[in-house]
């Protein structure tokens, strides 16, 4: 069963707004897991994010060190060569 999640993104102005991703897998790089979500609008465009689950809640939160992002990367695009 193909699992969605809405999120509340910003704008530039900071205006809230929600946008549907599908999330196409669950991998661990590292001994951490991550995610790769696909927009519900726009399959074409993935986009990786740290994440942590409390009660069920699933917080997004970004790779911000440009090192881990590009092993994640390269472990995400790696898997989808298999």
Known sequence: MEQTLTVTL??????????????ERKFT???KEY????????D????LFDFKEIDGKVT???IEDDDLYDRV?????SMMEE
Not at 35 to 42: H, Q
Not at 73 to 77: F, G, I, L, P, R
């Open 10 to 23: 910003f704008d530039d102005n900071g205006n809230p707004f929600e946008q549907t991703f599908t999330v």
């Open 44 to 47: 074409a465009d993935v986009y």
């Open 29 to 31: 790089v590292d001994k």
């Open 35 to 42: 995610l790769a979500l696909v927009p519900a609008d726009n």
């Open 73 to 77: 990367a390269s472990v995400y695009e």
């Open 60 to 62: 997004l939160l970004e």
